[in-house]
């Protein structure tokens, strides 16, 4: 996979796309084990390039995301105030993720401010949707429930 087809640095320049990609570190991860837990310092955004990765939020109730499609971005705290991850990231398969180092890509995107304020908009696009997807299971659960 390369870097620049995922969803959040489509269209970003080619020069700018050299400097993240030489972040970008490529990890290999077996079945069951986890990629970080929640409470975690955030250090590294997340791509998956192969497998499946469970997302779970902690709590009593199980709500969950899977990451299923290459090019999908977890991790994001990373990127985000106070760095510190929210979930628990897990391989459902041996998976394959790319990991880029959180304080090393803010420099870049402070660098080349119009193309990292694309990249931030972008991923509050991933959050929202994540976060409307939670929602979503979190009332049909609670709809189950009262039924």
Not at 32 to 57: H, K, M, N, P, W
Not at 67 to 92: D, H
Request: some cysteine; aromatic content about 8%.
């Amino acid at each position: 996979m390369l870097i620049q087809e995922v969803q959040l640095f489509q269209k970003v320049p080619s020069h700018l796309m050299e400097e993240i990609a030489q972040l970008a570190i490529e990890k290999n991860y077996s079945a069951g084990s986890e990629v970080f837990r929640a409470g975690d310092f955030a250090d590294s955004l997340c791509i998956l390039e192969e497998g499946e990765i469970e997302i779970t939020l902690p709590g009593e109730g199980r709500i969950y995301f899977p990451v299923k499609e290459s090019g999908l971005v977890f991790g994001w705290s990373a990127l985000i105030e106070p760095r510190q991850y929210t979930a628990s990231a897990r391989c459902v398969k041996d998976s394959k993720v790319i990991e880029i180092d959180g304080d090393r890509l803010m420099g870049v995107l402070e660098k080349h401010p119009a193309d990292g304020l694309r990249i931030m908009e972008r991923l509050a696009g991933v959050i929202a949707s994540r976060l409307m997807h939670c929602y979503q299971r979190l009332t049909m659960e609670f709809s189950d429930y009262h039924s």
